[in-house]
């Protein structure tokens, strides 16, 4: 069930009795739906006023006691007055118009003019709704932020409000009449397309030359017949996210330079593990495929062996307790290889409800690996080596006299440890260097 509409109130001013009679009369005569309220004076206009009550519309007689119909549009202020008179002089009536009267009923004897006053004053409430959208419109298309232009079918502009001329820094009397591409810069205004799609970005041309860079959105009024007569163009100036737009771009260019130039391997992987982004020598290290690194898990890539020997520090890492930690892996290769890499973890987050993801960078130590590896295969070699000669063999520093290795044949012929040797001084002179 459509809700209730609010019935007119109708402030009638009369200062003849019979007139006023007359109207209650032709109320329910002709079925007038109104609610009417009944003054005679401008003092009781002003008490009406000051009480707080509301009218919609106003219906008074030309003559009043100590004023006239122009007292009460004055009063009135925005709500439609219908004066109502028996004279017949126009410039009475031209004049009471001018001021802002909405119409002027001419009263008759046999008072029928009451029978259209319905009708003028749904026109004079109409017309007060449609006037208070237009105010309503026009505060908003003069204060909002954004350039609004209004171009007629010919391309031309007929309309800007006070931030078109503060964008582009035409004045009205300038830019009234002139072809909307005027706006465009000069490489795009042979464009048929030009301001015919719903929105878009585009760079448009200040007076003074200078460019700036706007996001329009473009929309169609129709008149009764559905035929397109006006188009609004709203611009916004997004240059300062343009500008921001391009050093972004200029600086992802520039990491990715280095991501993918860098002679360290570089990944990025879930908490979870899956590996998310990686730059070309994390590539190489692996040999495998972008497109088979993307299905893999950081853990695929680790020897069986190594999956595990970091775990306290990573959950340190996820838990925030702390930053970073170092350390050393076999990374395993598509053909079935391992290399040693030395690894660097660390979490990236956006913000505190971000879960973020793991960076690893990966340095190669294979071949630090294989010395360390070469260097102790020597040591045990040279120690099976020394420990089979039965003579005293023995290193020291001759400056410091500090003993660096003895061999099983003197710690047995001496009956002394090889600590002892080391840190007792008195060992050197039992060998008789004392």
Same mark, same amino acid.
Request: aromatic share 8%.
């Given at each position: ?30 079925? /007038? ?5 009944? +003054?005679?004076?401008?003092? @009781? #206009? ?6 707080? =009550? %509301? &009218? ?118 300038? /830019? ?5 591409? +005027?706006?465009?810069?000069? @490489? #795009? ?6 301001? =015919? %799609? &719903? ?131 076999? #990374? ?103």
């Amino acid at each position: 069930m459509a809700p209730k509409q609010d019935r007119i109130q109708l402030l009638s001013i009369e200062s003849d009795d019979i007139d006023q009679m007359a109207l209650m009369r032709a109320r329910k005569l002709f079925h /007038i739906d109104l609610d009417i309220t009944s +003054i005679s004076t401008l003092r @009781e #206009l002003d008490d009406f006023f000051t009480s707080g =009550k %509301k &009218a919609d519309v106003i219906f008074c007689d030309y003559y009043l006691e100590y004023g006239n119909a122009t007292d009460v549009i004055q009063k009135a202020k925005n709500i439609p007055v219908l004066v109502t008179n028996d004279t017949a002089d126009n410039q009475v009536i031209v004049d009471i118009l001018k001021v802002g009267a909405f119409d002027f009923i001419i009263k008759d004897i046999d008072r029928s003019y009451l029978s259209v006053l319905p009708f003028q004053v749904e026109k004079a409430v109409s017309k007060k709704i449609s006037n208070d959208n237009e105010r309503l419109l026009s505060s908003v298309v003069t204060h909002i932020r954004d350039s609004v232009v209004i171009v007629n079918n010919a391309d031309e502009i007929i309309f800007v409000n006070p931030a078109f001329t503060g964008l582009y820094g035409y004045s009205k009397s300038e /830019i009234l009449g002139m072809p909307m591409n +005027i706006l465009v810069a000069p @490489e #795009l205004r042979g464009v048929e397309s030009n301001f =015919k %799609k &719903a929105h878009f970005d585009q760079t448009h041309v200040r007076k003074d030359g200078s460019e700036v860079f706007v996001t329009v959105s473009v929309s169609t009024l129709n008149d009764e017949y559905d035929n397109p007569t006006y188009k609004i163009c709203v611009s916004r100036d997004t240059s300062e996210r343009e500008d921001l737009l391009r050093k972004v771009r200029k600086s992802q260019q520039r990491l990715s330079k280095i991501f993918d130039n860098s002679s360290v391997a570089i990944s990025m992987f879930l908490l979870d593990g899956g590996i998310v982004e990686f730059n070309q020598m994390f590539r190489d290290f692996t040999k495998y495929e972008a497109h088979e690194l993307n299905k893999m898990h950081i853990d695929d890539l680790l020897h069986s062996d190594d999956k595990l020997i970091d775990r306290a520090e990573y959950n340190s890492l996820l838990n925030d307790k702390i930053s970073t930690y170092v350390t050393e892996k076999r #990374l395993h290769q598509k053909d079935d290889n391992y290399m040693w890499v030395r690894m660097s973890m660390s979490v990236v987050k956006e913000d505190q409800f971000d879960p973020g993801y793991v960076i690893a960078i990966a340095e190669d130590i294979t071949e630090r690996k294989r010395i360390q590896e070469a260097l102790t295969e020597t040591e045990v070699r040279l120690d099976g080596i020394m420990s089979s000669i039965q003579d005293v063999v023995y290193s020291m520093n001759m400056h410091t006299r500090e003993i660096y290795y003895v061999n099983k044949a003197t710690q047995q012929i001496f009956g002394l440890s090889d600590t002892d040797f080391r840190v007792s001084y008195s060992s050197w002179r039992t060998m008789g260097h004392g």
